[in-house]
């Protein structure tokens, strides 16, 4: 009985600790904007349940070598967000349903007017990866989105795994 309690405490315990984000997912690169190559000003990485589930942003300024971020965000596209995206990250009312979202509050966003985007839907249900048109009729959210403001020359990226 001794040796049963023990085994299932070791069990336990490894369970726990494989749970807790023991390995460094430090990341180099976000959309081709190799992170060592600009300035660092904030990151903040969630994700690390056994799910998978959180959230990871990141602030770079870019303005010291902006022709090679101009060149990374060349295809991307011009502002404002879609609908969806604009409700998904800032939140707000769509057909009398009230989105609370707050993701561009949690990753730092100010509002931007001159910049451009790039979105990728990482969900499993997704069609074209492009595309936020189903974006707000599913239970879950695994996307990354990226908006780089040309005034400032300052990238944020945000991901989400729910």
């Known amino acids: 009985m001794k040796y049963i309690k023990l085994l299932l405490s070791l069990v336990l315990l490894c369970s726990m600790l494989s749970s807790c984000g023991l390995q460094s997912n430090t990341r180099t690169e976000c959309f081709g904007f190799n992170i060592a190559d600009y300035t660092l000003v904030e990151e903040h990485d969630t994700h690390g349940s056994f799910l998978g589930d959180g959230s990871y942003y990141l602030i770079l300024d870019c303005s010291e070598k902006t022709s090679t971020a101009q060149e990374i965000i060349g295809n991307w596209k011009p502002l404002p967000l879609t609908e969806n995206l604009q409700l998904v990250m800032y939140g707000g009312k769509k057909d009398g349903i009230d989105y609370g979202y707050s993701f561009a509050e949690e990753a ?45 020359d300052i990238l944020y990226f945000f991901e989400v795994d729910t």
């Not at 985007?117 to 009729?137: A, G, I």
């Open 108 to 152: 730092h966003w100010p509002i931007i007017n001159n910049g451009v985007y790039k979105f990728v839907d990482r969900h499993s249900e997704t069609k074209d990866n492009t595309d936020d048109t189903d974006l707000l009729d599913r239970h879950s959210f695994n996307f990354s989105i990226a908006v780089y403001d040309l005034d400032t």
